[in-house]
Antibody, heavy 121, light 110 residues
Framework: QLQLQESGPGLVKPSETLSLTCTVS??????????WGWIRQPPGKGLEWITT???????YYNPALKSRVTISVDTSQNQFSLTLSPVIAADTAVYYC?????????????WGQGIMVTISS | QSVLTQPPSVSAAPGQKVTVSCSGG????????VSWYQQLPGTAPKLLIS???KRFSGIPDRFSGSKSGTSATLGITGLQSGDEADYYC???????????FGGGTKLTVL
């Protein structure tokens, strides 16, 4: 059974760097079909796609966040990571990692439980 | 404000049917597959429908998806109290070059 688990700090100061890691178990992150991504949800609001990395390690970014976001992969640990810098108060959200299908209109079929990140001094 | 428009809320009685609409444009719904997610309170979203109409593994056939032109619809029949949740549509927008979600629809089972 595929499982994803987010990890990282729950509190980050404004202007600093947020780093989150997603550990994947039950599937290889190097799998030829699947992509891997991050989605976030501010408190009481809807879902926002942040970024995706495909099986050739090509990256895709939400244009609204592109200047501040990086996604990367560590195949040796079967993990992928999100870096957001510098953070602002509006980045306060639950951050989810998910497996994503390839192709147009791709879907996220497995999600982590989410990690709440608060941006505050 | 999302490029995909969903009604903020819908409601119906137990056992009844409800539909959730998702309206977009030619650059998103009109040219890409739509997926639907259910988010129960305090939990991560769960995939219901992929590629416009395909039910994900384990999803009962009470849930259905359809698409026509630049609009998509999620249908839920035989409503149960456990269906009370937020529902989101999503697709790729090839002008924005981004994956976009609808604003979400809160389903209340009366």
């Amino acid at each position: 059974q595929l499982q994803l688990q987010e990890s990282g700090p729950g509190l980050v100061k404004p202007s600093e760097t947020l780093s989150l890691t997603c550990t994947v178990s039950g599937d290889s992150i190097s799998s030829s079909y699947w992509y891997w991504g991050w989605i976030r949800q501010p408190p009481g609001k809807g879902l926002e796609w942040i970024t995706t990395i495909n099986n050739s390690w090509k990256t895709y970014y939400n244009p609204a966040l592109k200047s501040r976001v990086t996604i990367s992969v560590d195949t040796s640990q079967n993990q992928f990571s999100l870096t957001l810098s510098p953070v602002i108060a509006a980045d306060t959200a639950v951050y989810y990692c998910a497996r994503q299908s390839s192709g147009l209109g791709s879907f996220h079929d497995y999600w982590g439980q989410g990690i709440m990140v608060t941006i505050s001094s | 404000q999302s490029v995909l428009t969903q009604p903020p809320s819908v409601s119906a009685a137990p056992g009844q049917k409800v539909t959730v609409s998702c309206s977009g444009g030619r650059s998103n719904i009109g040219s890409s597959f739509v997926s639907w997610y259910q988010q129960l309170p305090g939990t991560a979203p769960k995939l219901l429908i992929s590629e416009d109409y395909k039910r994900f593994s384990g999803i009962p056939d009470r849930f259905s998806g359809s698409k026509s032109g630049t609009s998509a619809t999620l249908g839920i029949t035989g409503l149960q109290s456990g269906d009370e949740a937020d529902y989101y549509c999503a697709t790729w927008d090839n002008v924005l070059d981004a994956l976009v979600f609808g604003g979400g629809t809160k389903l209340t089972v009366l």
